[in-house]
């Protein structure tokens, strides 16, 4: 399925041209209830959202960007450190126009950019939803060493295919942003400021982001509850779509029981 996709273009030095699906009521019947903005991990692509897309844009406008140098946006030859990705995306959300606060979402490389931006602006978001991801994160070893091997970039990226399939951005993008800027970056420190009431969606065998590391990013947060996807591993939200749409679900909207009261809704492992 093909999303109805925009395009923005970030101003700097060189203006980048960012690739944006943007999806939802446009029915008066069927008002929207809010928005939902979701950003994609490293070597990630928007379409790793579509059946959150596909579920909520029902309901809700969902925006979701193809980040610098990955899936049909420019990919220059910047830095990507954290600040790019931060001023990619409140460009993103003023040429949008979101105004209200929204549902932030975010997978892996994509919780950086969204703790921070929540830490900053928390009058900005509505709820904070973290998939597969923490405040400190590290790729698999075979992965890393590929990554810093000194072999010529393209001699490595005509082995793409093979050895990294699932990765929607040129090598050259990925060692910049993971071992520029994922790699080292430490952000338990941010967690106390912030207030958002946020989710935290973790798979069973995610060997990149383990449960204990999720476990100790829900103590750090004032205000969150940590849900377990059993048998998923480090895209849970691609691999059990059902289960993860489940708990995004009873988080953002309240339900009433047959009784009249409001229900909080306990997942697999609800906490």
């Given at each position: 399925?093909?999303?109805?996709?925009?395009?923005?273009?970030?101003?700097?030095?060189?203006?980048?041209?960012?690739?944006?699906?943007?999806?939802?009521?446009?029915?008066a019947?069927?008002?929207?209830?809010?928005?939902?903005?979701?950003?994609?991990?490293?070597?990630?692509?928007?379409?790793?959202?579509?059946?959150?897309?596909?579920?909520?844009?029902?309901h809700?406008?969902?925006?979701?960007?193809?980040?610098?140098?990955?899936?049909q946006?420019?990919?220059?030859?910047?830095?990507?450190?954290?600040?790019?990705?931060?001023?990619?995306?409140?460009?993103?959300?003023?040429?949008?126009?979101?105004?209200?606060?929204?549902?932030?979402?975010?997978?892996?490389?994509?919780?950086?950019?969204?703790?921070?931006?929540a830490?900053?602006?928390?009058?900005?978001?509505?709820?904070?939803?973290?998939?597969?991801?923490?405040?400190e994160?590290?790729?698999?070893?075979?992965?890393?060493?590929?990554?810093?091997?000194?072999?010529?970039?393209?001699?490595?990226?005509?082995?793409?295919?093979?050895?990294?399939?699932n990765?929607?951005?040129?090598?050259?993008?990925?060692?910049?942003?993971?071992?520029?800027?994922?790699?080292?970056?430490?952000?338990?420190?941010?967690?106390?400021?912030?207030?958002?009431?946020?989710?935290?969606?973790?798979?069973?065998?995610?060997?990149?982001?383990?449960?204990?590391?999720?476990q100790?990013?829900?103590?750090?947060?004032?205000?969150?509850?940590?849900?377990?996807?059993?048998?998923?591993?480090?895209?849970?939200?691609?691999?059990?779509?059902?289960?993860?749409?489940?708990?995004?679900?009873?988080?953002?909207?309240?339900?009433?029981?047959?009784?009249?009261?409001?229900?909080?809704?306990?997942?697999?492992?609800?906490?």
């Open positions: 399925m093909e999303f109805p996709r925009k395009t923005i273009v970030v101003a700097g030095t060189k203006p980048v041209r960012l690739s944006v699906i943007d999806v939802g009521p446009t029915d019947a069927n008002p929207s209830r809010g928005t939902m903005v979701c950003i994609h991990g490293a070597g990630g692509q928007a379409e790793q959202w579509k059946y959150q897309i596909e579920t909520f844009s029902r809700y406008r969902v925006i979701a960007p193809d980040l610098r140098g990955h899936g946006s420019d990919r220059p030859d910047s830095s990507y450190a954290l600040e790019e990705f931060l001023w990619d995306f409140t460009q993103i959300l003023e040429q949008l126009q979101v105004g209200a606060p929204f549902v932030l979402m975010a997978h892996s490389f994509g919780g950086p950019i969204a703790l921070t931006f830490a900053a602006q928390p009058q900005r978001l509505s709820k904070l939803v973290l998939i597969a991801t923490a405040p994160m590290h790729l698999n070893r075979f992965y890393e060493l590929l990554l810093k091997l000194p072999l010529p970039l393209r001699l490595i990226e005509r082995l793409k295919p093979v050895l990294m399939p990765f929607f951005a040129p090598l050259f993008v990925l060692q910049r942003v993971l071992s520029g800027t994922l790699f080292p970056w430490r952000g338990w420190g941010l967690l106390p400021s912030v207030s958002t009431p946020t989710l935290i969606i973790g798979g069973q065998f995610d060997f990149l982001v383990p449960v204990p590391v999720l100790r990013t829900r103590a750090d947060l004032p205000n969150a509850r940590f849900e377990l996807i059993r048998y998923a591993r480090h895209l849970p939200q691609l691999e059990r779509p059902d289960a993860v749409n489940r708990q995004i679900e009873g988080f953002i909207e309240r339900r009433r029981s047959w009784r009249g009261e409001e229900d909080d809704e306990q997942g697999e492992d609800g906490r």
